[in-house]
C-alpha cells in the first residue's frame, strides 16, 4: 500500500470464540503494605482474574524431597550478610516459576479479559530487594555481579514469557507500613526496622514513579504503572475496596 493512501475502516465483529489475550500484571509494594490482602480482593472481584501470591511458605520450609532444611525467611533477618543472595537465589527461582506457569484453565474460556495477577514479581526481586541488599552491603559486589549475570541471561532466554503488560503499585508511608507488619505479627519479621522499609519505599519511589533505576530490559522500561493509594482501609471499608476495583479494572481496560 502506498504511503498516505486512505485506509478503509474494517469493522469486525468480535470473535466470541476466539479467546482474549492473556495480560499479565505484577502487584508491588513495600512489605506488610497489603499487597496479599488486596490480591485477594483482586482474584474473589470477578473468574476473569487469577491471582499467584508470593510463596512464603516455600521459603519458611527449604526442603529436599526428603526433609525441610531450614527456614530461609528466618536466616535470611538474622544474618543479611550471610544469607541474602541464597535468599535471592530461591526467591527470583520461584518467581520464575510463577511467572512461567500456564494460566489457570478457568481463565481461558472466561468469556471477559482475562488477566494473571502476580504478587511480586522477577523484576522487583532485583530492582527493589537484591539492589538494596547490595546497597546496604548485605550482598558483596561478587555476588551482586553474579546475580545480575544469570538474571539478565535467564530473563532474556525465558523473554516474552516473563514479560508483564502493567504493573500495580500499592503505596503508603513506610511508617504505616512498619505498624501492619508489626500488627500481622510474623515471627521471622520482629527484627524489621523503619530504615530497611524506607530504603525499600525510596527504591520502589526510583523504580516505579521517578523512573530514575537503571533498568536492564527494554520493554521493561514502557510497562505503564498504575499507582494506588494503600493508606485506605481497603480490608473493612466496602466503598473504598470498590473504587480501587473499579481503578484496577480501567486501568486493564487501557493494557
Ligand atoms: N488497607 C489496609 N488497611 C489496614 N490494614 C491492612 C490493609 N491492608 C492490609 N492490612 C493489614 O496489614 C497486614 C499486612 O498485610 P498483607 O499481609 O496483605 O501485606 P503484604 O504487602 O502482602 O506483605 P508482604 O510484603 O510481607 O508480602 C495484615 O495484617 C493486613 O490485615
Ligand atoms: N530479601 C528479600 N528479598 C526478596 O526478594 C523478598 N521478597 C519478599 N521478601 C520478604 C518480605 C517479607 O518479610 C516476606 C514476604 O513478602 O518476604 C523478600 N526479602
Given at each position: 500500500m502506498s504511503r498516505g493512501a486512505r485506509q478503509p475502516r474494517v469493522h469486525t465483529a468480535p470473535d466470541k470464540d476466539k479467546p482474549s489475550r492473556i495480560l499479565r500484571v505484577s502487584l508491588e509494594g513495600n512489605i506488610a503494605v497489603g499487597k496479599s490482602t488486596f490480591a485477594k480482593l483482586l482474584n474473589a472481584a470477578t473468574k476473569d482474574w487469577d491471582v499467584a501470591l508470593e510463596p512464603v511458605s516455600k521459603w519458611q520450609s527449604v526442603d529436599t524431597s526428603q526433609e525441610t532444611v531450614s527456614n530461609l525467611l528466618d536466616i535470611m533477618y538474622r544474618d543479611p550478610q550471610r544469607w541474602s543472595y541464597t535468599f535471592q537465589t530461591f526467591s527470583c527461582m520461584s518467581r520464575m516459576r510463577t511467572q512461567l506457569q500456564p494460566p489457570a484453565?478457568?481463565?481461558?474460556?472466561?468469556?471477559?479479559q482475562p488477566v494473571q495477577v502476580f504478587e511480586r514479581s522477577v523484576y522487583s526481586d532485583r530492582y527493589i530487594f537484591a539492589l538494596t541488599l547490595f546497597e546496604m552491603g548485605c550482598i558483596n559486589a561478587t555476588e551482586w555481579a553474579v546475580y545480575q549475570n544469570w538474571h539478565s541471561f535467564l530473563l532474556e532466554q525465558f523473554a516474552q514469557r516473563l514479560e508483564l503488560e502493567g504493573i500495580i503499585y500499592l503505596k503508603a508511608p513506610p511508617q504505616m507500613c512498619l505498624e501492619r507488619l508489626q500488627r500481622r505479627g510474623r515471627d521471622e519479621e520482629k527484627d524489621v526496622k523503619l530504615d530497611y522499609l524506607e530504603k525499600l519505599h525510596v527504591q520502589h519511589e526510583n523504580w516505579?514513579?521517578?523512573?530514575s533505576t537503571e533498568l536492564h530490559f527494554e520493554q521493561l522500561k514502557r510497562v505503564p504503572v498504575l499507582e494506588l493509594d494503600?493508606?485506605?482501609?481497603?480490608?473493612?471499608?466496602k466503598e473504598v475496596k470498590n473504587n480501587l476495583i473499579s481503578q484496577v479494572r480501567n486501568f486493564f481496560s487501557t493494557l
Open positions: 484453565t478457568h481463565l481461558l474460556g472466561s468469556g471477559g516505579l514513579v521517578n523512573k494503600a493508606t485506605v482501609d481497603f480490608e473493612k471499608d
